[in-house]
């Protein structure tokens, strides 16, 4: 696309910035009034303004300057897309780059009012960016968009689909219960969930109002009673969704009524989530509401998975390997008509959807050949879109969405001959999955306790990548869930310990710039091992069921122990897939890809 249009959209804001008195800097967040990390159309302001199609984004808007910054999985995707905007790349992460509240300090403060949309950032952030940067906010929202986004697209609004009991395994009563057990020590007259997975997982409901994620735009009054009220579109609501809610005792009102709550529960306690959006403390204040906040108690519950929801799961890995093993088959007969990287995603979604329970992806499949497969997030279009070769790399992440579990697997499959060094990274990539699929710990260690398992290999060769390694994943629910992460540096979600019943990925990768990118995926259950003297012990269950590709293992570098586990994994594999299968070269493709490794 002609850049031109991002440098006229940023000249349309610097002159709504100069009509709106006092602001001379515009901090904009790419979410939604729910932090959401994906989010719909009406939301993507910075991709309207920018060009730039990253999750991960906030800029800074001045006069003279403006300011993208953005983490290591996006930095060659921001590179292209920025370039000719006048748009500026902060490498998110990196020791020579400030992170916006230390740019504003350093810019702004004393100088200039700093404007933010306080429906779009949360209550902790914007705190901890008013502290740290010195500035002076206004205290108004600042909205600069909606009067020169003319062809802003409306919120979605559609049909809700109800989730049945025996496939949660729990009722929305007993939900609710739980949550309200969570927080009733803390005494407050109603609790507001303000995530829209949360609110999805609390009323046994799934949405399709953002692209990949099952959920729909929604705020959730709790109350001491147990009783709820739930503000959402009327397009949402069918009969039977109003029906399966009147049944739990939640009401309904219009999405927009959220706002007139505080002056509802004027002089009662309305406690929330910190992630929770700064306009609701705003409205709090203004209408004499004793607001507080407390730590959200639905990704603790829901992190544990029901069994009923495990089994889901299973069954789920079950139809997703038959679409995979099926579609890497075609490619295997079809790579000499040079398929292009969209092709390659068309095939595998149309496998996928051939069963009845699949309901759509998970998120947008990264088939990224060669060079493009060292950016991390990846996603071909007509323009950048190339044809497969018969040599090098072809680095595949994708996912599914089913009626009762969410999956993501990434594999990386040698197309033809390769270079020493793709070998050794595939290696050394294919090593530390193992060893963390391996790995035994006491409950309750650490993500970031865990992630040292998987990069060790990585390490000693001197290799490292950006990214976690592994995130949490829900259940029919957003692939990418809370609380707990494993990843290398300190945040709240890499010191959440593992439990039995969670769900999480195990991805390490590499990435060489302009040459190749690696990374192996599967998605995996946290489950009881062993009880000693010291304690509980953990371990991981492979839920993926797919076979590696084995063509390009440095055999050497891979121990009996790893050697015996991939035999393992590959017979189970061949033992679960084998069944759904009903051609005989599907069978024949697995049966040579699942071999004993001698």
């Not at 407390?294 to 997703?320: C, H, N, Q, W």
């Not at 290696?427 to 530390?432: A, I, R, S």
């Not at 650490?446 to 992630?451: K, R």
């Not at 990548?465 to 890499?494: D, M, W």
Request: proline share 5%; hydrophobic share 40%.
């Amino acid at each position: 696309m002609d850049k031109e249009i991002y440098r006229q959209h940023l000249s349309s804001l610097r002159e709504q910035m100069r009509k709106k008195s006092g602001v001379g800097a515009l901090l904009i967040f790419n979410t939604d009034p729910h932090g959401s990390e994906y989010i719909a159309d009406h939301w993507k302001c910075i991709q309207w303004l920018s060009g730039f199609t990253g999750e991960a984004a906030t800029m800074i808007v001045t006069a003279d300057r403006a300011l993208l910054w953005t983490d290591s999985r996006f930095w060659l995707q921001a590179e292209e897309q920025l370039a000719d905007t006048g748009i500026e790349l902060m490498r998110e992460g990196r020791e020579d780059t400030p992170n916006p509240a230390e740019w504003l300090h350093d810019k702004i403060a004393g100088y200039a009012n700093v404007g933010v949309l306080s429906e779009c950032v949360s209550v902790g952030e914007l705190d901890y960016i008013m502290q740290s940067s010195g500035c002076t906010f206004l205290k108004e929202s600042i909205d600069c968009f909606s009067a020169i986004w003319t062809d802003r697209p409306a919120l979605p609004s559609r049909p809700l689909t109800i989730m049945r009991e025996d496939v949660t395994g729990q009722s929305v009563a007993q939900r609710i219960t739980s949550i309200w057990d969570r927080i009733k020590t803390s005494k407050p007259d109603f609790y507001l969930l303000t995530d829209l997975s949360e609110i999805a997982w609390t009323l046994n409901l799934r949405g399709a109002d953002i692209d990949y994620n099952p959920v729909f735009y929604s705020y959730l009054l709790l109350k001491s009673d147990l009783s709820a009220t739930l503000f959402t579109a009327e397009g949402h609501l069918t009969p039977e969704v109003r029906a399966h809610l009147a049944t739990h005792n939640v009401s309904v009102r219009p999405y927009e009524d959220w706002k007139q709550v505080f002056k509802e529960v004027a002089g009662h306690t309305v406690t929330m989530d910190a992630k929770a959006n700064a306009l609701a403390r705003q409205l709090a204040l203004e209408e004499n509401v004793f607001c507080g906040f407390s730590t959200s108690p639905v990704p603790a519950l829901r992190a544990i998975k029901t069994p009923t929801e495990i089994e889901g799961f299973r069954r789920a890995m079950e139809y997703d390997g038959v679409a995979m093993v099926r579609f890497l088959r075609w490619l295997d007969e079809h790579l000499c008509e040079r398929p292009t990287e969209i092709e390659v995603d068309n095939v595998l979604t149309a496998f996928r959807a051939e069963n009845p329970c699949f309901r759509g992806l998970s998120f947008a499949t990264i088939a990224a050949y060669g060079p493009h497969g060292a950016i991390v997030h990846y996603e071909a279009t007509p323009a950048t879109a190339v044809p497969l070769e018969p040599r090098g790399l072809l680095l595949l992440d994708s996912g599914g969405q089913y009626d009762f579990a969410t999956t993501d697997i990434t594999r990386t499959i040698a197309l033809g001959p390769l270079t020493d060094e793709e070998r050794e990274a595939y290696t050394l990539v294919l090593k530390g999955h193992i060893d963390l699929q391996m790995a035994l710990f006491p409950t309750g260690t650490p993500g970031i306790a865990l992630d040292a398992i998987a990069r060790r290999p990585l390490w000693l060769c001197g290799y490292d990548f950006g990214h976690g390694t592994g995130h949490g994943v829900g259940s029919y629910l957003c692939v990418h869930e809370g609380p707990a992460q494993i990843r290398k540096n300190v945040n709240e979600a890499s010191t959440t310990g593992y439990r039995p019943g969670m769900v999480v990925t195990d991805e390490p990768g590499i990435y060489a710039a302009g040459k190749f990118g690696v990374r192996i995926e599967n998605t995996i259950l946290c489950v009881e091992r062993n009880k000693t003297p010291f304690g509980n012990f953990c371990g991981f269950e492979p839920l993926t069921l797919c076979p590696y590709d084995l063509k390009p293992v440095v055999w050497e570098r891979l121990d009996e122990t790893e050697k015996n586990w991939l035999n393992a994994y590959h017979a189970e594999v061949r033992k679960r897939l084998w069944p759904y299968l009903t051609d005989a070269a599907d069978k024949a493709w697995l049966d040579t890809h699942t071999q004993p490794v001698k």
